[in-house]
Structure formats: C-alpha cells, structure tokens
C-alpha cells in the first residue's frame, strides 16, 4: 500500500524565501476574503510530501512584522489544501545555554504584540471563542525536534517564544523583563500567526533560529542587523536541511485536537449568520455551519 500524501504549509521566516529541493515546483497565485497572502505560494513535492510554502515577508522582504498580513497566509494555505503548518523564524536568545546557530522547537507563547488583527472573527456577527491552551501541535513538534537531530542542528526541545510588536529590538530593561518571566526566546512573527492558525484548525509548529543573544546578554554585542544577517545565513542552510529530514515524516494530523478547534466554539446561532459571513468565513465553517 503506499503512503497517503501528506500536506504541509511552510511559512518561511525571515532569510527563508525558498526550497530548491521542490520537485514538481508550481507558484499559486492565492486570493482570500481577507485579502492576499505575503506572496505568492510555491507548491511541490518532497517524495510523497506536497509542501506549500509562502514567505511570511515577502521575497525581498519587503513587509515589516507588524504589516504582514497573517490572515491572509494561513487562510491562503488552507485553501491550497495545507494540513498543518511549520512556522521556521528567527529569533533571539532570552537563555545563556541557547546560543546563536541553534534551534528551538518551542512549545509555549507570550504575546507582547499590540497592533495586530489576531482572529478571523472579528466584524463579521460571527463570535467564536478557540482553546489555545496549547498552542503548539505536540505530535508536529516531536516530529520537527527528530528531524532537526537527524540533521545534526543543536535543538531544544521546548521553551517559550515572547512575540514582541517590533519592528525595533528590546530596550535592556524589557529584555531583563522577559527573562525573569522564564521566556526562552524573542521573535515578532508567531504570534498572531499561531492564533489564527488554531482557527483554522491547522496543528501548527514553530523551529525558532537563533540568530542572537537579545540585548540583556553583557558579553555579546547588542542586537545589530549585520551580526543577525551573519548567523542567519547559516540558519536558513540548516533549516532547509531540517525540512528534507522532515518531509518524509511529516505525521498524520487527523486525530489532533486542533483540527476540531471550532467544535463547540462558535456561539453565534447559525440562523443569524449573514449571507456575506457565511461567503467569507466559509473556508473556515463549512464544517458546522449548513
């Protein structure tokens, strides 16, 4: 019997603009009722793994983390049949033990972002109210920390990502903050990608690539672009090799909890659902609402 296809939507972080791997390599030029992705999705094939990949700042990247339009990306590779997503970002180091050039397949967020639209149902009389208790896909993450040691990445297994607003660094105090908080690293991209992939039942997983020590670090320099584009490089050359490893393994996610996230979570009568709600939210809630 082969093997089922699996689908997996890769949002690329930043350095991350494509996988010259793909096979059968295809760009879908994508539109969504909540406007267009970041760019366009290159879609293809690592063995029986179909991957969709969109570049969450555009290639060239030309969208700052507070303009990206996170609604768009993960509705965007819902409709091209994604089954989950791997979020791939870089991000700065909030403990001593993680150093630059590692990798942390994280299983926890705080959100310090203040001007993003972080759901789908917002303006539409339509009200739904996810768990996001667990915000990463346990199953997703097992399988990416296995790649990322088959690839021979130093990666720790768990930890928490703080979403700042950006697109500026940390102040020292704030850093010294989060620290104290127990955060294990700092980024500006997860969060709300990670809540709105949960609304659309997408089981979803983050490898954060350290790039630096956040500005709290006394030895190392402060955050600079140059020392983060340096390490970067290397970052996005490992990653590329964690995503070969992982294509073959890529886990079924029918049975995970987020697939049924809005079961039992949208209060709204469907009898009051408007016309024009049900037309754009119907990616979304075909599945309880007739």
């Excluded at 967020?109 to 759901?119: A, G, L």
Aim: glycine fraction near 8%; aromatic fraction near 6%.
């Amino acid at each position: 019997m082969s093997k089922m296809q699996r689908t997996l939507g890769v949002i690329g972080g930043s350095g991350l603009y494509e996988l010259e791997q793909l096979a059968n390599v295809e760009e879908l030029e994508m539109t969504t009722p909540f406007g267009a992705p970041s760019d366009s999705i290159v879609a293809g094939t690592i063995g029986t793994t179909r991957l969709l990949f969109v570049p969450r700042h555009g290639r060239g990247h030309h969208l700052p983390p507070h303009k990206v339009n996170y609604r768009a990306n993960v509705l965007a590779l819902k409709m091209a049949g994604a089954e989950q997503i791997l979020s791939i970002s870089a991000v700065g180091s909030m403990k001593e033990h993680i150093h630059p050039g590692d990798m942390v397949v994280v299983d926890q967020f705080i959100d310090r972002t203040r001007n993003r639209v972080d759901t789908f149902f917002e303006d539409d009389g339509v009200v739904a109210h996810v768990g996001f208790a667990d915000p990463i896909d346990a199953q997703l993450a097992g399988a990416l920390s296995d790649a990322a040691q088959r690839a021979h990445a130093t990666v720790h297994r768990g930890g928490v990502y703080l979403s700042m607003e950006g697109p500026q660094f940390s102040t020292r105090a704030e850093s010294e903050l989060y620290r104290s908080w127990g955060v294990s690293v700092i980024g500006m991209t997860n969060l709300p990608e990670a809540r709105l992939a949960r609304e659309a039942e997408l089981p979803y997983a983050t490898l954060a690539m350290v790039t630096d020590y956040d500005c709290w670090h006394e030895v190392h320099d402060a955050v600079s672009v140059d020392a983060v584009l340096a390490v970067m490089h290397k970052n996005v050359a490992k990653a590329k090799e964690i995503i070969l490893e992982l294509a073959p393994s890529v886990p079924d996610p029918a049975k995970r909890p987020a697939t049924s996230a809005l079961a039992g979570a949208i209060l709204s009568n469907p009898d009051s659902i408007s016309a024009a709600a049900r037309e754009k939210l119907w990616p979304l809630i075909r599945k309880y609402v007739t």
